[in-house]
C-alpha cells in the first residue's frame, strides 16, 4: 500500500441487512420430532460426512447452525425450474438456532472417483452433461430487482469470502457486492496501482446469474457416464456472471486435477480470473 494508506484488510465492511427469509418445507411437529430423534439415535452409528449424517441408504439430513433455509429453497427452486439432478427435499425447519434439512441420498459416486482411468471418450460425455447443465442454470432470469443475493433475496454464504461472519448480503447492486469484497475500500490515487486497477475492473458491469458457488468435483455424482446429481448448494445465490469460474478455480488438494477440466463446462474468463485473484491477495481472508 501508498504511504499513509490504511491495511485493506482492517477496513470495516459496509453493513448489510437481509431483505428476506427462506421458508421451512413441511415444518409440522411430526416432521421435526421424527428428525431429532433419528439424529439424537443414529449420530453415533451412521456415517457422516462433515455436517451431513446418513440417516438411512435413501435419507440423509443436513444440520447445524452454519446450515440456512436457502438451501433447501434452492434446491427446491431448481427441480421445480430445470432439469438439473437434485436431491429431493422431504422437510427443513429451524429449530433453537440450527437448521435441519432433510434430503434424499442420491446414489452415486463423485465425478473425481476413478477419473484418470476414465477414456477421453467418457470424459468428454460426462463433461458435455455438465456444461449443459450450467447453461441450463445460465438461462435463468434473476427476479425484478434482486441484486447479488440467495435465491429469495436473502443472505448469502461462502467462507472465502472476507467478514466478521460466514453470511454475508444481500447486496442491491453488483458494485456494492464488489465494495463488501474491498472491505469497504474506494478508488483513491495514492493506492498501490494493482488496487487501482483492481477497483476499475470491478466497476464494469457483469449480468447477473444464477451460480452454483463450489463446483468442485466432490459435488457432482455420477453413475457410469451419467451425471446423476449436483449437491452442496449452500453457496450458490445470483452472482455476477464471473463468479462460478473464479470460485471453481479455488481447489482443494483433493481436487487439483479438476482445473485442467473447467474450460470444457464453463465460459472461460481469464480477465476475471486475474482480477479475483489480485482481490484475494490485497482483501481475501484466504
Known amino acids: 500500500m ?150 429469495d433475496g436473502g443472505s448469502l454464504f461462502d467462507c472465502r469470502v472476507p467478514g466478521s461472519s460466514l453470511r454475508f448480503g444481500p447486496f442491491s447492486t453488483v458494485q456494492d457486492f464488489h465494495q463488501h469484497l474491498r472491505r469497504g475500500m474506494e478508488f483513491d490515487s495514492r493506492l498501490d496501482p494493482p488496487i487501482q486497477d483492481l477497483i476499475r475492473q470491478q466497476s464494469q458491469s457483469w449480468p447477473l446469474v444464477f451460480t452454483h458457488g463450489d463446483l468442485s468435483s466432490l459435488n457432482i455424482l455420477v453413475r457410469g457416464d451419467t451425471i446423476v446429481g449436483i449437491i452442496d448448494w449452500e453457496t450458490a445465490g445470483w452472482y455476477p456472471s464471473y463468479w462460478e469460474y473464479t470460485c471453481a478455480h479455488q481447489v482443494n488438494p483433493q481436487n487439483s486435477f479438476w482445473v485442467h477440466e473447467l474450460d470444457k463446462f464453463l465460459q472461460p474468463m481469464p480477465d476475471e480470473l486475474a482480477m479475483e485473484r489480485i482481490r484475494q491477495e490485497h482483501f481475501g481472508d484466504i
Open 2 to 151: 501508498s504511504s499513509g494508506q490504511n491495511d485493506p484488510r482492517s477496513l470495516p465492511l459496509p453493513s448489510t441487512t437481509s431483505r428476506s427469509a427462506s421458508n421451512p418445507v413441511h415444518n409440522n411437529a411430526w416432521y421435526r420430532y421424527s428428525t431429532l430423534l433419528a439424529i439424537k439415535i443414529l449420530k453415533r452409528i451412521r456415517p457422516r460426512h462433515g455436517n451431513v449424517l446418513m440417516l438411512t441408504d435413501r435419507l440423509c439430513v443436513k444440520y447445524g447452525h452454519r446450515v440456512h433455509l436457502s438451501e433447501a429453497s434452492t434446491m427446491r427452486f431448481l427441480a421445480q425450474h430445470t432439469s438439473i439432478p437434485v436431491p429431493n427435499i422431504l422437510c427443513a425447519f429451524t429449530h433453537s438456532g440450527w437448521t435441519y434439512i432433510v434430503m434424499e441420498r442420491i446414489q452415486g459416486d463423485i465425478i473425481g472417483s476413478g477419473w484418470v482411468k476414465r477414456s477421453a471418450a467418457s470424459k468428454t460425455k460426462l463433461l458435455l452433461q455438465l456444461k449443459n447443465m450450467i447453461t441450463e442454470m445460465r438461462e435463468l432470469q434473476p427476479p425484478e430487482g434482486m441484486g447479488v443475493a440467495s435465491i
